[in-house]
């Protein structure tokens, strides 16, 4: 439900207000409209006579971002009109709510869908895969310019492809410049140097690190990287998936330094939203804070005065080149009308001409997954945005996108925010996500 | 109903004088037999198909479990294995069960008694009456999801305005020891309006006689409101009995809107939301959830229609 933002990008100067905003929207969806759209959605059916592709066919193309909703919605509306000048396909724009798209997709792929829609990579795309409702793409593969990770993450665990990438966005430790540079601070490279930053920080009267957890999901984004950190990314992975028990000395061990470290946390995370804690850090009120890119919504800036740096080795062992990097792009419907156009223009979308109509035509642009995209349009963040996910060893999708998604909101959200609350109880939080783990995997 | 009174008119003089059979016991006519059986097939198939049928394929899906993927036979018949996952392990289910009784208990006895003396203040026709009467009914117009977000900022911890004028730091909606109180506030803030409204339009409909007669007698205001008055007005009193249950039973949307239902705001209808709305979903799970409800609610609806049917009997 409430996801990392897949338009992760600038959505030009979002505020704080217009972001609970979207808060309402959802609630409003749910309670009625939820049922509206659901049929809004499946509403396109429609003819698939003449051809497949090129002159006279029509493809149809779900987007998750409602029209007039802001770059993200500009961009995939020149990607999907750049398409249909450069093949001559027409092209059947159907642009959704973002939250709506999400909660209805299963009664979206199961009953009439378009033929190419806006997903996410990771287990939320392997999972559509196993149960047969996207389309098998690996004779689109591979696509000039997307590299090997890519194609990993756009693979499902039978081993072919089923999702075309068009964009990430990584998750760090975001900062102001200009409060660094007054105070004398620099990025820290170890446990040590992060410790006595933080020590420092708090001798001048800063919060080290801003934090709200209102809506569930930002923290997980934490629980990702002390994971990654203290346990390896493979052990992420597989604990993400099931695999390993969730009441081991590992989690635990990633509980009790997430413990250790709240005291350098804003204090009662559980009612404040991202948008809150990111404008204390706007503000000075806090030094650092953990998040994707889409912390500069909030800000209302481009990287004018933010850089970031990726959260420090905390273990010897374990060299800290992974990091949560959620990837966007597109599938193609399995009950799709026409399976050719739609592979046809998922392919065309991991290219870098996609990426560029996207990126000309909104004010924001996206970081492209293509290695071929034009940079040209991109601020300093996002140039060393692509440079950091390039050198990362090792990419994760964040903790929604990588595990059931039902396990992670019904279970890991309400886990975390107890914890939160009642850190020293960490035997009993993990004694209770083990429990409803093996319930849910078992 | 015309044709009901008219049959035993059509009866002899004579036999008038005994007591006439109960009337189902009546032979009607087979033409408004027909009319009655009609009457009665459609709203019973109606409800059978849109109620009943619904409730129970979910009693029927609680004892599965299916991602909602693929067709029904992918469902993997578990038993009462959500039932004991529900209460066993399933960590907000019984802070559900105590916030919704909760929510019953304090829409009852604050903004449900608050709004009828609120109307009872109206009903005295004082001057601009009708401005106070707009002024508190407001709210009702707005959904609770809106309410959620006006109330969002009074209570943000940060840059609400409540923490603003006092100085204060208090996590309102965040803390999970306040926010069911803060969100009540809320709530109670648009009930007392509606149960203002509805017992104001039974107020205007008690005979004025009444009242003369009750002032002629030499009652006071507070004698007659109590005496005379709220006797009158067992019906609507009634209705708002069964609005306040109700209200507290779907109270959903304003803490989805707040936080989702977690976090101190957990309530049944919020937790069968959260299992059963989504892109992978926990069907069986919230489908138990949800008959774990439908039991709690007809146990008010048995005591509430054995309470009117004895009314009626006895009038």
């Known amino acids: 439900m409430s996801l990392p933002r897949s338009s992760a990008i600038p959505r030009s100067a979002l505020t704080t207000m217009a972001a609970s905003r979207r808060s309402v929207l959802r609630g409003l969806a749910l309670s009625g409209l939820a049922v509206g759209s659901a049929n809004a959605l499946a509403a396109c059916g429609g003819d698939s006579g003449g051809p497949a592709t090129g002159e006279g066919a029509t493809v149809k193309f779900g987007i998750n971002e409602a029209s007039g909703s802001g770059p993200a919605y500009d961009r995939l509306k020149a990607i999907a009109d750049a398409y249909a000048e450069e093949s001559g396909t027409e092209v059947a724009l159907n642009a959704v709510d973002h939250n709506t798209f999400q909660e209805s997709i299963n009664t979206y792929l199961q009953g009439t869908p378009d033929d190419v829609f806006t997903w996410f990579a990771g287990f939320r795309m392997a999972q559509f895969a196993e149960n047969g409702l996207i389309t098998d793409l690996s004779d689109q593969w591979p696509i000039d310019g997307l590299n090997d990770s890519f194609k990993q993450a756009a693979t499902a665990p039978d081993g072919k492809q089923y999702f075309v990438p068009i964009s990430y966005y990584p998750w760090a430790v975001f900062y102001r410049k200009s409060v660094f540079e007054k105070n004398g601070w620099a990025p820290p490279e170890t446990n040590d140097d992060l410790m006595a930053l933080m020590d420092d920080m708090q001798g001048k009267g800063v919060t080290p690190f801003a934090f709200g957890d209102k809506d569930g999901w930002p923290a997980m984004g934490t629980f990702d990287i002390l994971n990654m950190r203290l346990n390896g990314f493979d052990f992420h992975m597989s604990l993400m998936a099931g695999e390993e028990a969730w009441d081991g000395d590992e989690v635990k061990l990633v509980f009790d330094t997430w413990r250790q470290l709240l005291p350098y946390h804003q204090a009662d995370p559980l009612g404040r939203t991202w948008q809150e804690a990111a404008t204390a850090m706007g503000k000075g009120e806090c030094g650092m804070y953990l998040l994707g890119t889409f912390v500069v919504d909030a800000l209302g800036e481009n990287g004018e005065d933010l850089d970031f740096f990726t959260f420090p080795q905390l273990d010897s062992s374990i060299p800290a080149d992974s990091l949560d990097a959620p990837i966007d792009g597109f599938c193609v419907a399995a009950a799709g009308q026409n399976q050719d156009a739609g592979k046809a223009m998922a392919k065309w979308l991991g290219s870098a001409a996609a990426a560029d109509a996207g990126n000309n035509a909104a004010d924001a642009p996206f970081i492209a997954a293509n290695s071929g995209a034009s940079t040209s349009t991109y601020s300093d963040l996002q140039k060393k945005s692509a440079e950091v996910v390039g050198a990362a060893a090792n990419i994760a999708q964040f903790m929604d996108r990588d595990t059931n998604a039902d396990f992670a909101n019904t279970v890991m959200i309400p886990s975390i925010q107890e914890f939160l609350k009642n850190p020293d109880d960490i035997d009993g939080v993990t004694a209770s996500i083990q429990e409803q783990a093996a319930s849910i995997f078992g | ?315």
Not at chain 2, 44 to 73: H, I, Q, R, Y
Not at chain 2, 168 to 179: A, E, L, R
């Open chain 2, 1 to 315: 109903m015309a044709h009901i009174d008219e049959a035993p008119r059509a009866t002899k003089p004579g036999e008038e004088a005994v007591a006439p059979p109960q009337g189902r016991e009546k032979k009607l006519p087979g033409r408004d037999r027909f009319t009655v059986v009609t009457m009665v097939t459609i709203p019973l198939l109606l409800v059978v198909a849109l109620v009943w049928v619904p409730a129970l394929l979910s009693v029927v899906l609680s004892f599965g479990k299916w991602n909602g993927f693929g067709d029904l036979d992918t469902i993997e018949w578990v038993g009462f294995q959500n039932y004991r996952d529900i209460v066993t392990i399933y960590p907000a289910f019984w802070p559900a069960i105590q916030h919704n009784l909760i929510w019953l208990a304090f829409l009852f006895f604050l903004p449900t008694l608050f709004g009828m003396f609120l109307a009872v203040l109206l009903d005295r026709e004082m001057r601009g009456s009708r401005i106070y009467q707009t002024a508190f009914y407001m709210p009702v117009v707005l959904s609770l999801a809106l309410i959620g977000f006006i109330w969002q900022l009074f209570y943000s911890r940060d840059q609400g305005l409540i923490n603003d004028i006092f100085g204060s730091q208090v996590d309102w909606y965040g803390d999970p020891d306040i926010n069911l109180w803060a969100v009540l506030v809320a709530t109670a803030w648009r009930h007392t309006g509606y149960i203002m409204l509805i017992y104001l339009a039974g107020l205007k409909g008690v005979d004025a006689s009444l009242r003369e007669a009750a002032a002629v007698d030499g009652a006071s205001e507070v004698k007659t409101f109590f005496h005379v008055i709220f006797p009158v007005m067992r019906p609507i009193n009634m209705i708002v009995i069964v609005i306040v249950v109700i209200e507290s039973l779907r109270a959903f949307d304003l803490v989805w809107v707040v936080n989702k239902g977690r976090n101190g705001l957990e309530l049944i209808g919020a937790l069968v939301a959260q299992n059963v709305v989504g892109e992978a979903t926990r069907y069986g799970f919230g489908s138990a959830l949800a008959v774990i409800m439908m039991l709690i609610s007809s146990v008010f609806i048995t005591v509430y229609l054995r309470n009117v049917f004895r009314e009626e009997r006895r009038g």
